[in-house]
T-cell receptor, first 117, second 114 residues
Framework: AQTVTQSQPEMSVQEAETVTLSCTYD???????LFWYKQPPSRQMILVIR??????QNATENRFSVNFQKAAKSFSLKISDSQLGDAAMYFC??????????????FGKGTKLTVNP | DADVTQTPRNRITKTGKRIMLECSQT?????MYWYRQDPGLGLRLIYY???????NKGEISDGYSVSRQAQAKFSLSLESAIPNQTALYFC?????????????FGQGTRLTVV
């Protein structure tokens, strides 16, 4: 079974600075998807960024980017120019590539990000 | 209107009571899921369904049951609520056949069992 580990329960960053959230995962599969979800105080789960394992290029969405190291099974999220609105819980998640019973998302325990003004 | 709607948004119930959490979606997705979120534990899968005739247990299904009444509706029941079922519950949908690799979540239901 796949597992996802987020080793940082809490992180803090100064507004306008850069912060990196860590995520490692364990799987025997070669093809899969990885995600970062954001959960603000409104508790809505919002997709931040997605990475397909077969793509070598790291995904980027505006101020959010990932460092995907497939061999190391590492998937970190970098937030540049942090804003107060980035304060939230961030969850790393894994999904198998193959269909037919394996589309479940497996989540890490989350990292609470605080942004200081 | 939200694509995935959960009702109620908040609920307080007493130990031993039966309670149903409802989820409906307008995305037309086949896959529907119920997750439970606890502080420090992330989201854990309770049940999932790939179509009306397909129901599967997740990692923490004990004490819960589900019903897929239609493609768009997936309800979660607690037959006899207990305090350690106090949590935030999420319904989610996905449809990999349409190229949607991610899950789409409802707003969550905060359930408190006293």
């Amino acid at each position: 079974a796949q597992t996802v580990t987020q080793s940082q329960p809490e992180m803090s960053v100064q507004e306008a600075e850069t912060v990196t959230l860590s995520c490692t995962y364990d799987t025997s599969e070669s093809d899969y998807y990885l995600f970062w979800y954001k959960q603000p105080p409104s508790r809505q789960m919002i997709l931040v960024i997605r990475q397909e394992a077969y793509k070598q290029q790291n995904a980027t969405e505006n101020r959010f980017s990932v460092n995907f190291q497939k061999a190391a099974k590492s998937f970190s999220l970098k937030i540049s120019d942090s804003q107060l609105g980035d304060a939230a819980m961030y969850f790393c998640a894994y999904r198998s590539y193959f269909q037919g019973g394996s589309e479940k998302l497996v989540f890490g325990k989350g990292t609470k990000l605080t942004v200081n003004p | 209107d939200a694509d995935v709607t959960q009702t109620p948004r908040n609920r307080i119930t007493k130990t031993g009571k039966r309670i149903m959490l409802e989820c409906s979606q307008t995305k037309g997705h086949d896959r529907m899921y119920w997750y439970r979120q606890d502080p420090g534990l992330g989201l854990r899968l309770i049940y999932y369904s790939f179509d009306v005739k397909d129901i599967n247990k997740g990692e923490i299904s004990d004490g819960y049951s589900v019903s897929r009444q239609a493609q768009a509706k997936f309800s979660l029941s607690l037959e006899s609520a207990i305090p350690n079922q106090t949590a935030l519950y999420f319904c989610a949908t996905s449809d990999p056949n349409r190229g949607n690799t991610e899950a789409f979540f409802g707003q969550g239901t905060r359930l408190t069992v006293v």
